[in-house]
C-alpha cells in the first residue's frame, strides 16, 4: 500500500459533458470488467473494436480509458482494490493507450513539436500518456520522455531537439519543487511550459508559482489552448519570493530527523510494547516519508493547502482501511520539537494540525497540544 | 600644484601677504604679463573685479565662456545677476554650455579688495557622464547577451537569440545568414516580423558584403545600404527604407565564420557609429562563440546518440508463448547508459526465446561498452553452441583473451513452451544474483544457479538449472542495483533482497510488463530521489492461461515512444 493517490487521467473532466461521446455505457462496462481482471488482450481488442466501428480515438481516451482509470484510483482509495489490482489495471490501461496510439495515425499539419514530460519523482504517467495522444491526434508532433524525467535528461534532450513546447504532468503537489526545476530549465532555454495535473492545485494556481507559461486543467483544454496560442508565449514568471527566508532548504537538510522523530511517535503508539513488523515499519516510514514531502512542498509555493489536501486525503484512506486517523495527528505532533524553530513551515504544520484536530475526524485527542506549535 | 588654484595671484604684489604662491618658489620669477599668459590656458574662466564690481581684467577662456564682458564695466547676464543677489556660487546655462562657478573674495586687491569669479564649463563633464551611462548600458547589453546566448545549446534556438537579442538594441532588423554547406543554407530574422527561411548561394552573390563574410574575408563591420543587399531581400523584408543603412558583421567561429549578422536601421533612427560598430563587434563575438559551442554539441551529441544505440539494450522482441518486459535505470541518468544489460531474441530452434541477463563491473559508459561486447559475443557464440554453459565457457575465454575487458556476471538461458502448459525455462548462471520465480500463490522462490564470474578465472565453473512455470508464473532477474539501493528511513539502509521477495509477492496476477514496473516504481520510492547504482529487471512469464491469444501488441513496458526501454 502507498499513500499516493491514485492514477487518474481527467480528475478535472466533467463527465459527460458538453460534448457528444460516442462511447456508450456498455462499453464502459465492459471496458472496467477488463481492468478488474488485468485481461490486457480483451482490452486492446474491445478499444480497437470500438475504433474500428467509428468511435473517435480521442473519444476513447477521454470518454472510456480516461475515466476507467479514476475509478480504479477511487476503488484503491476506497480500499475495494488492493495496490497491486491497481496497479495492474492502470497497467492495461495504458497499454489501450497504445494500442490506439499504434491503430491511429494523426494528421501532421506542421503545428510544431511538443515534449512531454512528467517531473523527477512523478510515476503518474498514464494522464501524461493521454494527454500526449490527444495533442498528436490533433496534429502536433509529441515526444514523451515518459514519468520520473531527471531534470538533467530534459535538459540534454531540449539542446538536442527543437522543441516548441514543454508540456508537464504533475499529480502529485509533493513533487512541485522537482517540477519546479524542469520548469525554470525550460525557462533558461527559452521553452515555454503548459502545466497540467491536478499536482498543480485548485485552477493551477501552483502552476503560476512556478514560472509555468500555461495551465490546462484537462487534456482537451490542453489541445484547445494550444490551437488557439500557437506558437505558444513565453510568458510566466515564478512568484516564490518566500523561499529566500531559507525554510525549504533548512526544511531538506531536516528531512531525516523530523521522519525519525515522527515514525518513533507514531510506532511507538501503534505497538507500545513490541517490534513491528519490518512490513509494516517499512510502509510507515514510506507514508510518513511522504507526508514530509506535501509539507516541504507546502512550504515551497507558500500555500498550506499543499498539506491539508495530503492530510485530507490520508485520513480518507485511513479511514477505508479501518486505521484510526489519530495516528496521523500524532505524527505531525511530532513536528513541532525537531522544526520549532523554523516559523513559516510551522505555519503549515499548524494549519495542518488544526485540520487534523476536527471533533468529527480525531475525537480522542487532547486539548494539550493546541497551540505550542510557533505559529507566526 | 595647481595654478588654476591661484587664480587671483598675477594680480597680487610682490611681497604681499598671503598664501605660498610659485612665484616664491626660488629661481623662477615670472612676471605679471608671462602670469596672465598662462592663466589663459587654465581651463576655467577667470575672472577678477574690483570693489565695485566692475570687471578689471579676465583670461581667455572668460572671454570665450562669458561673451558680453566689458574691462571697466559691471558684468552683465546670469553673472552679473549672480553678483547682483550677493550670491557666492554662480550656476548657469550660457549659449548652451553648463556653467558653474564660485565667487573669492580678495581683500588685498589694490589695496583695496575686490574679488574673482572661477567659473567653469561643466558640459564636457557631462557628456563624460553621459557617455559612461551609455557605456553601462553596453555593458548590461552585452552581459545580458551573454547570459541569454549561452543559455541554449540547439543551434535553432541559439541563431533565433542571436538576432532577437539585437533588437531593437541594436537594429530595428536583424537577421542572421548561417554559413553555406553546398548550393543553400538558412536565415533567421527578428525585428518587425520574425521569420526563418533559405538562401542560396546565387543571392549571397547579390549581396558582396554578406558572401564576402560568409567566407571569412570581412573582418571589420562594414555598412552598406538596401541596394547592396538585394540578393538577400526576403530575409531583411520587414526592412524597405532606402535610406536606412545595415551593418554586416562576420560572427567568428571556430576556424570559419558561425555565420553573418547583418544590422538594419531605418533612417528615422541614427545611423552607425564608431560606438555601435564597437558594440555590434563585441555582440557577434559573443554571438559567434554561443553558435560554434551549439554546432560542436549537435555534432558530438550526433555522434553519442548513434553510438548510444549500440550501447542500450535493444527493444524487447513479440515472441508468441513469452510475455516479456524490463524496467532499465542507469546510475547516470544524464548519459543513460549502464553497466547492466540483457538481451532477448526468439530461439533459433524450438520456439520460445534465448536469453541473457548480465552486469558488467563498473558503470557508465566504459561498462556499457563492455556490455554491448558481452551481448554481441554472445550473439555470435550462441550461432555456432546451442547449450548454455559452453557457450558461458567460450564467452570466459573471450573476456579473458580481452586485455581491455573486465569481468561480469550473468545469466543465459532460455525459456521454451511447455507440451502441457507454461513455459520450460532453462539457466546457466555466472556469478550472478539468482532469479527469483513468482508461482501463482504468491510464493517466491530463488533458482540458485551458481557459477562463477565470467571473464575472471581461467578455470571457471557454471552450472545450470532448469524451472517450470505455470501459465502466469514468472521469473524475475534483477541487478544487485536493485537490493543494493540505499535508501528507507535512515537514507542508508539496503533495499535487500528479503524486501524484493516481499515485494514481489504482491505482484501475483499481474502481467509481465505490470510487474517491471511496480519493481521499478518501488525502488523508486525507497531511493527518493537519491543516487543509485545501475538497475534493471527482466521478466519472463508464462501466458496467463485465461486469454488465449496474444494481443498484437509489444508486450514490452510502453513507453518512451522512440521505443528505448528506460
Known amino acids: 500500500m502507498t499513500a499516493e493517490p491514485a492514477e487518474s487521467a481527467e480528475p478535472a473532466e466533467p463527465v459527460g459533458g458538453t460534448d457528444v461521446t460516442d462511447v456508450t455505457d456498455d462499453a464502459r462496462t465492459a471496458f472496467d470488467q477488463c481492468l478488474a481482471q488485468a485481461d490486457e488482450a480483451a482490452a486492446t481488442t474491445l478499444v ?20 476507467a482509470q479514476a475509478a480504479v484510483g477511487a476503488r484503491w482509495a476506497a480500499n475495494e482494490w488492493n495496490v497491486a489490482q491497481e496497479h495492474a489495471a492502470t497497467y492495461v490501461s495504458d497499454r489501450a493507450v497504445s494500442a490506439l496510439a499504434v491503430a491511429t495515425r494523426a494528421v501532421r499539419d506542421g503545428r510544431g513539436s511538443v515534449v512531454l514530460a512528467c517531473p523527477d519523482g512523478e510515476w503518474h504517467s498514464l494522464p501524461a500518456r ?22 538533467a535528461h530534459l535538459v540534454s534532450y531540449l539542446h538536442q531537439h527543437d522543441s516548441d513546447l514543454m508540456a508537464m504532468s504533475c499529480m502529485l503537489a509533493a513533487r512541485l519543487p522537482r517540477a519546479y526545476r524542469a520548469v525554470e530549465a525550460c525557462r533558461l532555454v527559452g521553452v515555454p511550459v503548459l502545466a497540467g495535473g491536478s499536482g498543480f492545485g485548485p485552477e493551477g494556481v501552483w502552476a503560476r508559482s512556478l514560472g509555468a507559461s500555461m495551465y490546462a486543467p484537462t487534456a482537451r483544454a490542453a489541445a484547445d489552448i494550444l490551437l488557439r496560442r500557437w506558437p505558444p508565449p513565453l510568458t510566466g514568471h515564478p512568484t516564490l519570493d518566500h523561499l529566500a527566508d531559507g525554510e525549504y532548504a533548512e526544511l531538506s537538510g531536516r528531512r531525516g530527523a523530523a521522519l525519525d522523530a515522527m515514525v518513533r511517535q507514531v510506532t511507538s503508539r501503534i505497538s507500545p510494547l ?28 507558500d500555500d498550506a493547502r499543499v498539506f491539508t489536501a495530503f492530510l485530507d486525503f490520508t485520513v480518507d484512506m485511513m479511514t477505508a482501511r479501518g486505521i484510526p486517523p489519530a495516528s496521523l495527528l500524532l505524527a505531525v505532533q511530532a513536528l513541532t520539537q525537531p522544526l520549532h524553530d523554523l516559523p513559516r513551515t510551522m505555519g503549515h504544520v499548524t494549519v495542518g494540525r488544526e485540520r487534523l484536530e476536527r471533533p468529527d475526524t480525531v475525537p480522542e485527542i487532547a486539548d494539550e497540544d493546541r497551540g505550542s506549535g510557533a505559529v507566526p | 600644484m595647481s595654478v588654476a588654484k591661484h587664480g587671483p595671484q598675477p594680480v597680487r604684489r610682490p611681497g604681499e601677504a598671503g598664501e605660498p604662491a610659485a612665484s616664491d618658489a626660488p629661481g623662477v620669477r615670472p612676471d605679471a604679463a608671462e602670469l596672465a599668459g598662462l592663466l589663459d590656458l587654465v581651463d576655467q574662466a577667470v575672472v577678477v573685479c574690483d570693489q565695485a564690481g566692475k570687471l578689471r581684467w579676465c583670461n581667455a ?26 550670491d557666492k556660487l554662480f550656476e548657469a546655462e550660457v549659449e548652451g554650455r553648463e556653467l558653474s562657478g564660485r565667487r573669492v573674495e580678495r581683500d588685498s586687491l589694490w589695496g583695496v579688495g575686490g574679488h574673482a569669479w572661477l567659473v567653469r564649463d561643466e558640459s564636457g563633464d557631462r557628456e563624460r557622464l553621459l557617455s559612461q551611462a551609455a557605456q553601462g548600458t553596453r555593458s548590461e547589453f552585452l552581459a545580458e547577451a551573454g547570459r541569454t546566448l549561452c543559455a541554449s545549446l540547439h ?19 536583424a537577421a542572421v545568414f548561417l554559413p553555406i554547406d553546398g548550393t543553400w543554407s538558412a536565415w533567421h530574422r527578428a525585428g518587425p ?34 541596394r547592396d543587399l538585394t540578393g538577400l531581400a526576403d530575409a531583411l523584408a520587414p526592412w524597405r527604407d532606402d535610406d536606412g543603412e545595415a551593418l554586416v558583421v562576420t560572427l567568428p567561429g571556430v576556424g570559419a565564420p558561425s555565420g553573418v549578422l547583418v544590422l538594419a536601421r531605418g533612417s528615422g533612427r541614427p545611423a552607425f557609429d564608431a560606438a555601435d560598430t564597437d558594440l555590434a563587434e563585441e555582440f557577434a563575438a559573443r554571438a559567434g562563440m554561443a553558435l560554434a559551442a551549439a554546432a560542436l554539441y549537435t555534432e558530438q551529441a550526433d555522434a553519442a546518440s548513434a553510438m548510444h544505440e549500440e550501447l542500450v539494450p535493444d527493444a524487447l522482441p513479440r515472441i508468441p508463448g513469452v510475455h516479456l518486459a524490463a524496467a532499465y535505470r542507469p546510475a547516470h541518468e544524464g548519459l543513460q547508459l549502464s553497466g547492466d544489460f540483457y538481451h532477448v531474441r526468439p530461439s533459433a530452434v524450438g520456439g520460445g526465446a534465448d536469453f541473457v541477463f548480465g552486469d558488467v563491473c563498473g558503470s557508465g559508459v566504459e561498462a556499457a561498452v563492455i556490455g554491448g561486447r558481452v551481448r554481441r559475443s554472445l550473439r555470435t557464440l550462441a550461432a555456432v553452441e546451442s547449450q548454455p554453459v559452453p557457450v558461458l565457457h567460450r564467452l570466459n575465454e573471450l573476456l579473458l583473451e580481452d586485455s581491455t575487458a573486465t569481468f561480469a556476471t550473468m545469466v543465459f538461458g532460455s525459456a521454451r513452451p511447455a507440451e502441457n502448459g507454461g513455459l520450460d525455462v532453462l539457466v546457466a548462471g555466472g556469478g550472478h544474483l539468482p532469479p527469483l520465480v513468482l508461482r501463482t500463490n504468491g510464493r517466491v522462490e530463488d533458482v540458485d544457479i551458481g557459477g562463477t564470474l565470467v571473464g575472471a578465472l581461467p578455470e571457471a565453473e557454471f ?3 532448469t524451472v517450470h512455470l505455470a501459465p502466469g508464473e514468472l521469473m524475475l532477474l534483477y541487478s544487485d542495483g536493485i537490493t543494493e539501493a540505499r535508501g528507507g528511513p535512515t537514507e542508508q539502509e539496503m533495499y535487500g533482497e528479503h524486501r524484493l521477495i516481499r515485494d514481489l509477492a504482491t505482484c501475483a496476477g499481474m502481467p509481465a510488463g505490470a510487474v517491471a514496473e511496480r519493481v521499478d516504481l518501488l525502488l523508486g520510492q525507497w531511493l527518493a530521489g537519491r543516487p543509485h547504482d545501475d538497475l534493471a529487471v527482466l521478466v519472463i512469464q508464462a501466458p496467463p492461461a485465461q486469454p488465449a491469444a496474444t494481443p498484437a501488441l509489444r508486450s514490452e513496458r510502453a513507453e518512451p515512444v522512440d521505443g528505448r526501454p528506460r
Open chain 2, 463 to 465: 552450472e545450470q538449472a
Open chain 1, 130 to 151: 493521454v494527454v500526449s495522444e490527444v495533442l498528436r491526434l490533433r496534429g502536433f508532433r509529441v515526444h514523451f520522455l515518459g514519468s520520473s524525467v531527471p531534470t
Open chain 2, 61 to 86: 577662456p572668460a572671454w570665450r565662456l562669458l561673451p558680453g564682458l566689458r574691462l571697466g564695466e559691471a558684468p552683465t547676464g546670469p553673472l552679473g545677476r549672480a553678483a547682483a543677489r550677493g
Open chain 1, 274 to 301: 513490541g517490534e513491528l513488523t519490518e512490513e509494516s515499519h517499512d510502509l510507515v516510514v514510506e507514508n510518513l516519508g511522504f507526508l514530509m514531502d506535501n509539507l516541504s512542498a507546502a512550504v515551497f509555493v
Open chain 2, 155 to 173: 543551434p535553432g534556438r541559439t541563431v533565433r537569440a542571436v538576432v532577437k537579442t539585437a533588437v531593437p538594441a541594436l537594429a530595428d532588423t
Open chain 2, 193 to 226: 516580423d520574425q521569420a526563418s527561411g533559405r538562401f542560396t548561394v546565387a543571392e549571397a552573390e547579390e549581396a558582396p558584403l554578406v558572401a564576402r563574410a560568409l567566407r571569412g574575408l570581412l573582418t571589420r563591420p562594414e555598412r552598406c545600404g538596401r
Open chain 1, 48 to 67: 480497437l473494436d470500438l475504433l474500428d466501428r467509428g468511435v473517435s480515438a480521442e473519444d476513447l481516451l477521454l470518454d472510456l480509458i480516461a475515466p
